[in-house]
C-alpha cells in the first residue's frame, strides 16, 4: 500500500470571517452534487470529514475582449459570468472564504489540490499559506496538445499548475509513492506530468454542439492526482465540480465523492456523465505494495488515458504467459506485479524485456502488442 510521509509545526491559520453557522447534515451527501454556492454548501459539512480536496476555481482570466484565429474564426475562450471579478481584491476575498472552510473540512491527514493558470495560481498560492496550508508540490502538467498563440505575441501556453498542500507542515498525509512509480515504468514520478488537454470523445458537448464546458479536465489528470494520495472508500471533494470529472474518476477508482456546482446546466451534465461511469473491477484496484528516440510514454499513462483497462487481460504472442493489467499500470502475474518491462523478463527468466513487444491485448479476437496503444497516442499528440 502507500507509504505515509510525515514533514516538518504546523503554522496558524489565517483567520477569514465565515458565514453565520448552520446545521451539520447528520450524514455526509456522498455521491451527490449540490448544487448551491461552495462556501456555503462547504459550511454545512462537518470538520474534518473530507479525504482529499481538488479544486479548479475560477481563474480570474481578465480577458480584454474577443479573440480571433488569424483566418478570421473566433476562439472559444472563458468568458463566462462565473470567471469575472471586479477586482484582485474581490477575488482574493472569495479565496480566502473557500479555502477558510476546505480547511475546516478537511481530515487532519488529508490534502487538498488547487489547479490554477498563472492568471491565479500565484494568488492562490499566498492565500493557501496564509490559511496555514503546507505546500508539497506545485506540479506543472505540461499539455502535450496546447491551444497555439494565435497573436503570436506571447509564447504559447502550454502548462497550468497545481498545488498540493497538507494541512501543516507537521501534518501526516497519504502519498502512494509506489502506485506512482509503477505508473511511471518503476521510474519516480516527477513534478512535471505531459498528458494531453480533453479532447476528442472526452470533449463533453451541449446541443448546440459546443463545448459543455470551457475548462473541461481531462480524466487521466484526476486518475493520477486520485490515485496519488487516495484509497478505495476514501471521501473527495470538488467544491468547483463543473462537469463532474473529479466524480466520474472518483467512481472509476471506487472513492466516494461530493460535487459543489453552482450553474444547473453544468450539474445537468455532471449527472449524466457519472451515472454512465463503470467502476472498475475490484481486483484492478489493488495497488502495487510498497518500485528512444520517440518520446518515453509510461504504459501506465495508456491506462490513465482508458486506451487500456485496468482488469485487461495481457498475453505474450504464443499465449504461453498471461498477465492482469492494474490501475496502477503495474501487471499482475501469479501473485507477482511490476512493470510491463520487470514481469516480462520475469516470465521468461531473461535479465531484461522489452514489454511493449513482448505483451499482447486480444481485439477482435487477434493478438496485438500493447506497442499499438503507445503508437496510437504518439501519433494522436502528433509525435
Known amino acids: 500500500m502507500g507509504v505515509v510521509e510525515r514533514i516538518g509545526a504546523e503554522r496558524g491559520p489565517r483567520r477569514v470571517a465565515r458565514p453565520a453557522l448552520v446545521p451539520v447534515p447528520a450524514v455526509l451527501p456522498l455521491d451527490e452534487v449540490l448544487l448551491e454556492d461552495c462556501v456555503a454548501a462547504m459550511a454545512r459539512l462537518p470538520d474534518r470529514s473530507i479525504d482529499m480536496i481538488f479544486a479548479d476555481p475560477p481563474y480570474n482570466l481578465q480577458l480584454g475582449g474577443d479573440l480571433y484565429r488569424p483566418e478570421g474564426g473566433r476562439v472559444d475562450a472563458v468568458d463566462d459570468h462565473w470567471d469575472k471579478f471586479a477586482t484582485f481584491a474581490a477575488y482574493d476575498d472569495f479565496t480566502r472564504r473557500w479555502l477558510a472552510e476546505a480547511r475546516r473540512i478537511l481530515k487532519d491527514d488529508g490534502t487538498i489540490w488547487v489547479i490554477g493558470s498563472y492568471h491565479n495560481i500565484f494568488r492562490v498560492g499566498t492565500a493557501l499559506q496564509d490559511e496555514g496550508f503546507w505546500i508539497l508540490n506545485d506540479i506543472v502538467w505540461r499539455k502535450a496538445n496546447p491551444m497555439p498563440n494565435f497573436k503570436g505575441t506571447r509564447f504559447t501556453n502550454a502548462h497550468e499548475t497545481m ?38 470523445p472526452e470533449r463533453l458537448k451541449g446541443d448546440d454542439g459546443h463545448k459543455a464546458h470551457p475548462t473541461q ?35 472509476r477508482l471506487r472513492r466516494r465523492w461530493i460535487g459543489i456546482e453552482r450553474e444547473p446546466k453544468y450539474v445537468a451534465v455532471a ?22 528516440a520517440a518520446p518515453r510514454v509510461a504504459f501506465g499513462l495508456i491506462v490513465e488515458l482508458g486506451l487500456l483497462a485496468p482488469g485487461t487481460a495481457l498475453s505474450d504472442a504464443r499465449r504461453r504467459w498471461r498477465a ?23 516470465v521468461q527468466g531473461a535479465p531484461s524485456c522489452n514489454g511493449w513487444t513482448f505483451w499482447h491485448y486480444e481485439d477482435a479476437g487477434a493478438l496485438v502488442p500493447i506497442d499499438a496503444l503507445r503508437q496510437r497516442h504518439l501519433a494522436a499528440i502528433g509525435a
Open 163 to 200: 498545488i498540493w498542500c497538507s494541512k501543516g507542515e507537521k501534518a501526516r498525509y497519504r502519498f502512494n509513492y509506489r502506485a506512482m512509480k509503477a505508473l511511471n515504468d518503476d521510474l519516480q514520478m516527477r513534478s512535471d506530468w505531459s498528458l494531453p488537454i480533453c479532447s476528442g
Open 271 to 292: 449527472r449524466e456523465r457519472i451515472a454512465s461511469t463503470l467502476p472498475l473491477d475490484e481486483s484492478a484496484m489493488v495497488l502495487m505494495p510498497e518500485k528512444g
Open 324 to 346: 492482469e493489467v492494474r490501475a496502477d499500470g503495474s501487471l499482475l502475474v501469479e501473485g507477482q506485479a511490476g512493470s510491463i518491462h520487470k514481469m516480462g523478463a520475469a
Open 217 to 251: 479536465k481531462p480524466e487521466a489528470l484526476l486518475y493520477r492526482v486520485l490515485l496519488a494520495c487516495t484509497r478505495p472508500g476514501d471521501v473527495v471533494l470538488d467544491p468547483f465540480f463543473g462537469t463532474g470529472t473529479t466524480g466520474a474518476v472518483a467512481r
